[in-house]
């Protein structure tokens, strides 16, 4: 049972916008700011969003976050092929002293 | 390119210690994640490579041990009493601000078996 929870699955056809949620509490996203990471096979996570909704370089600006008060949200615009992966969020917990994940959601192009 | 080398895979039984060393730069703090296969990512703790001082999940509190060495710009995550569900690769991430991991290391395959 994860700390964030996130939809298991979602899904779009190409060019489509899907959303990722991530529901959180006080002591983590309602006071903490969220990240977000891509997960692919055989890969290192890679970090997509930080602080709520800031893109490293590199990452397209279809990708964007927004938080509010203890939820967060990842999506995604003009979905493409390669955009199929497991995406998590993360905060920092100020009650566990400690980084906590949501669960995983699985982002299907169909 | 900033890159995070791990050390290589292990295979260890039961019981056992494992230590999984990553090579760093720099003197951001350093974050140990892992995931188990088939599932999502686990945090075990953060280490400051300048002071050396640590934070753990506490989960892991009692089994892991986290160090750095500033002359290699090393840091190593040691954690004791393997089971068979500490099965997993292990990352070192590097803290770009706020627990955001901008950087991750190849990850090291962990498997405990007897």
């Known amino acids: 049972q994860s700390v964030l929870t996130q939809p298991p699955s979602a899904s779009g056809t190409p060019g489509q916008r899907v959303t990722i949620s991530c529901s959180g509490s006080s002591s983590n996203v309602g006071s903490n700011t969220v990240h977000w990471y891509q997960d692919l096979p055989g890969t290192a996570p890679k970090l997509l969003i930080y602080t709520n909704n800031q893109r490293p370089s590199g990452v397209p600006d279809r990708f964007s976050g927004s938080k509010s008060g203890t939820s967060a949200s990842l999506a995604i615009s003009g979905l493409q092929s390669e955009d199929e992966a497991d995406y998590y969020c993360a905060a920092w917990d100020d009650s566990l002293n400690a980084v906590v994940f949501g669960g995983g959601t699985k982002v299907t192009v169909l | 390119q900033v890159q995070l080398v791990q050390s290589g895979a292990e295979v260890m039984r039961p019981g056992a210690s494992v230590k999984v060393s990553c090579k760093t730069s720099?003197?951001?703090?350093m974050h140990w994640v892992r995931q188990a296969p088939g599932q999502g990512l686990e945090w075990i703790g953060i280490?400051?490579?300048?002071?050396?001082?640590?934070t753990y999940a506490q989960k892991f509190q009692g089994r892991v041990t986290m160090t750095r060495d500033t002359s290699t710009s090393t840091i190593y995550m040691e954690l004791s009493s393997l089971r068979s569900e500490d099965t997993a690769v292990y990352y070192c991430?590097?803290?770009?601000?706020?627990?955001?991991?901008?950087?991750w290391g190849q990850g090291t395959m962990v498997t405990v078996s007897s």
């Open positions: 991430a590097r803290d770009l601000e706020r627990h955001a991991f901008d950087i």
């Open positions: 280490i400051n490579p300048s002071g050396g001082g640590t």
């Open positions: 720099g003197s951001y703090y």
